[in-house]
Nanobody, 116 residues
């Protein structure tokens, strides 16, 4: 079975930073292009970053370009998302999965909440 376990979320001040991690099991990570997604209440899940098989290419949505950095460690079966200069309002849940959305079951995600 494929499992994605996301971690690293929490409360963040405006302009703050967080590092999210995703532990992947049940698949061979180096055979999968990976991505991070996020979903805010009442909104559709959107892909914010993706990374190629060996990490040589990364692409970002316009809304996070210049703020987020996606990385991967195939040997450890981990995918990372470094988030900087955060401007969250409310709670957004971040998920990792394959770049092809819907290919695998979703994990529980990790919540990021903007402080006021």
């Amino acid at each position: 079975q494929v499992h994605f376990v996301e971690s690293g979320g929490g409360l963040v001040q405006p302009g703050g930073s967080l590092m999210l991690s995703c532990a992947v099991s049940g698949i061979t990570l180096r055979f999968n292009s990976m991505a991070w997604y996020r979903q805010a209440p009442g909104k559709e899940r959107e892909q914010v970053a993706n990374i190629s098989l060996r990490g040589e290419e990364a692409h970002y949505s316009d809304s996070v370009k210049g703020q987020f950095i996606i990385a991967r460690d195939n040997a450890k079966s981990l995918v990372y998302l470094e988030m900087n200069n955060l401007k969250h309002e409310g709670t957004t849940v971040y998920f990792c999965s394959a770049r092809r959305m819907g290919l695998y079951p979703w994990g529980q995600g990790t919540q990021v909440t903007g402080s006021t």
